[in-house]
């Protein structure tokens, strides 16, 4: 009777595999803060970018119409998407009624 021993079998042990984990918690141990604090960065930006859109709208539309327009208007001419949300960060995007400077401010609480 043959005895077959088992040197052979290929595979990965259980130190291996520990050894793979640990490798793989400290990546995300590393990426997930860096991720986390570029996302701020991220919203200021597009942030940024929103209100220079609406300023040239509003631009557009004082050309069109000889007016300064408020943010509602822009929507129901068809000039922002109804869709579009605002600043990424939570800032309200407000025009100024005498000059058509678009700035963003933070929200206020009181609703």
């Known amino acids: 009777m043959k005895v077959k021993l088992l040197k052979n079998e290929k595979g990965f042990t259980l130190i291996e595999m520990m050894i793979v984990m640990l490798v793989i918690s400290v990546l995300l141990i590393i990426t997930i803060p860096n991720v986390a604090k570029h996302n701020s960065n991220i919203n200021n930006k597009g942030c940024e970018a929103y209100v220079k859109m609406v300023q040239a709208e509003v631009q557009a539309y004082r050309l069109d119409k000889n007016e300064i327009p408020t943010l509602a208007l822009l929507k129901s001419e068809g000039y922002i998407n109804d869709e579009t949300k605002g600043c990424p960060n939570g800032k309200e995007v407000k025009i100024?009624?005498?000059?058509?400077?678009?700035?963003?401010?933070?929200?206020?609480s009181a609703s």
């Open 96 to 108: 100024d009624e005498t000059t058509g400077e678009v700035t963003a401010v933070a929200q206020s």
